[in-house]
């Protein structure tokens, strides 16, 4: 941690006002990424798709609720995963339920998907008191169509994967352990944001995003970054319900 200056109400406001400037250019950045993003061409989704929810199948178009846009995070929680999602999504998805009533009035359903089967899906969301759709890709080809998981041969053949499943670093074996899974098998979910589309009758994708993307990060992670104190640089979490302390 840096050491940090002390100074007058003076000082620090000249400080505050030079953040300020590069605070104003990175939102302008900003808006100009998003008129990017929203400019994004539309893919028609042609293959079709069912899924496992809690009220049984339903297709990708079913999932809309209604609506005319689907937002879905991608939790790390494969079919090997035998205790529990990864932390680190667990801690966005705790993030999520205050946001359902705001989004569901702007034409969004917002949903998460996992992996592993929808059993182990409805336990793990009764566990940590989730309200938020859950769906299960399970035995379907539809994460590794769009890139949210990879097949054990491809994720052999990625030099940057195969070094961490070789020689992985402490807060990742920790992290192995915490969801019951070896990493050859667990580092093959891809935590992601995907957007998609429905206009006369047609599902479009629209958008996605993944690790390491700030985006990808729970909310409390936002918060901290305006706290006086940085916090440690690797990225351990637990669960709620998991703290040591």
């Known amino acids: 941690m840096p050491e940090h200056t002390i100074a007058s109400r003076e000082q620090w ?16 950045r900003n808006e100009e ?18 899924f496992d929810t809690e009220d049984g199948k339903k297709t990708l178009a079913e999932l809309f609720d209604g609506r005319s846009q689907l937002l879905a995070y991608n939790i790390m929680f494969g ?10 999504c667990t801690s966005l998805g705790d993030g ?12 969004v359903t917002l949903i998460c998907f996992s992996r592993a089967p929808i ?8 566990r940590m008191g989730w309200q938020f759709p859950y769906v299960s890709t399970y035995d379907t080809d539809f ?20 070094q961490m ?7 990742l074996e920790e992290w192995s352990q915490q969801v019951g899974a070896e990493l050859k098998d667990g580092l093959r979910e891809n935590p992601s944001w995907i957007a998609f589309a429905r206009e006369n009758g047609t599902v479009y994708h629209t958008y996605t995003v993944s690790a390491p993307d700030p985006f990808v990060a729970p ?7 305006r706290t006086p104190k940085a916090g440690s640089p690797e990225p351990r979490a637990w669960r709620k319900d998991e703290y040591p302390d």
């Open 13 to 28: 406001q000249a400080a505050r006002d030079e953040l300020a400037e590069l605070e104003g250019e990175q939102a302008k």
């Open 33 to 50: 990424i998003k008129r990017k993003r929203l400019e994004l061409p539309w893919v028609p989704v042609e293959k079709e798709y069912e």
């Open 79 to 88: 079919p090997d995963y035998t205790l529990g999602a990864c932390p680190g």
């Open 96 to 107: 999520l339920d205050g946001t359902l009533v705001h989004v569901n009035h702007r034409d």
């Open 119 to 126: 059993e182990q899906l409805t336990a793990y969301k009764r």
């Open 143 to 162: 994460p590794f169509d769009f890139g949210l998981a990879l097949t054990e041969e491809r994720a052999q053949q990625i030099p940057e994967l195969k």
């Open 165 to 171: 499943i070789d020689d992985p670093p402490e807060w």
């Open 219 to 225: 909310y409390f992670d936002f918060l901290l970054e």
